[in-house]
């Protein structure tokens, strides 16, 4: 069975702060991680993949298969990060069929 | 470029009835996943849609039931309604299916169901 924890339910920061939303998964094959963002008003949308190794709008989530975490990183916080964040997890040739976690809300204050 | 939309938007149903959630998936993309997100959790994945077939199922009983249209487009049908039920449903397309890495899924705003 597969499933994706996110520890933390509410996470505060104020503008200009390193931020960090943390995702656990268990998964017994290679998983594919995701990172969706649903901004206020706004339909949840892919912020980034860890295949593709990028960065999105200054954030960052290396992939660590020996802790079995994709934390999403930001070194320094803006107010219009503030959103929900949801860690999801593709299991090997399952695509499109995500196990997302509970979701962060992530607040950034000026 | 039309995105995914969902209809209605909000509905009230009661206890054993049936009910049916509409979707049209973004232009192009011509498979379409069903998600529950129930209050303060995050999606759950009920089942996909590849070219008219189910292409996977979630932990959702046989009252879950879906259709895709030759436009792509999706029903999702839930009969004898309970109260766990309610909840927002999410539909989502993409590009892909059996042996293609659909990558990005694109979301609806979603229907939100109210069981009383």
């Known amino acids: 069975a597969q499933r994706v924890t996110q520890p933390e339910k509410l996470l505060s920061v104020f503008k200009g702060a390193p931020v960090e939303l943390k995702c656990n998964y268990s998964?017994?094959?290679?998983?594919?991680l995701f990172w969706y963002v649903q901004y206020s008003r706004q339909r949840l949308q892919l912020l980034l993949r860890?295949?593709s190794r990028e960065s999105i709008k200054g954030f960052t989530a290396d992939l660590n298969k020996g802790e079995t975490s994709f934390h999403l990183k930001k070194p320094f916080a803006q107010e219009e990060d503030s959103a929900m964040y949801y860690c999801a997890l593709q299991g090997g040739t399952s695509y499109g069929k995500l196990t997302f976690g509970q979701g962060t809300i992530l607040t950034v204050h000026p | 470029e039309t995105g995914v939309t969902q209809s209605p938007t909000h509905l009230i149903k009661t206890r054993g009835q049936q009910v049916t959630l509409r979707c049209s998936s973004q232009s192009g993309h011509n498979t379409v996943s069903w998600y529950q997100q129930a209050l303060g959790q995050g999606p759950q994945f009920i089942f996909q849609y590849y070219r008219e077939e189910e292409n996977g199922r979630g932990n959702f009983p046989p009252r879950f039931s879906g259709l895709q249209f030759p436009n792509y487009s999706s029903e999702l049908n839930v009969n004898a309604l309970e109260l766990d039920d309610s909840a927002l449903y999410l539909c989502a397309s993409s590009w892909g299916g059996r042996g293609a890495n659909t990558g990005e899924l694109f979301f609806g705003e979603g229907s939100r169901l109210t069981v009383l």
């Open positions: 860890h295949i």
């Open positions: 998964y017994s094959g290679s998983p594919e």
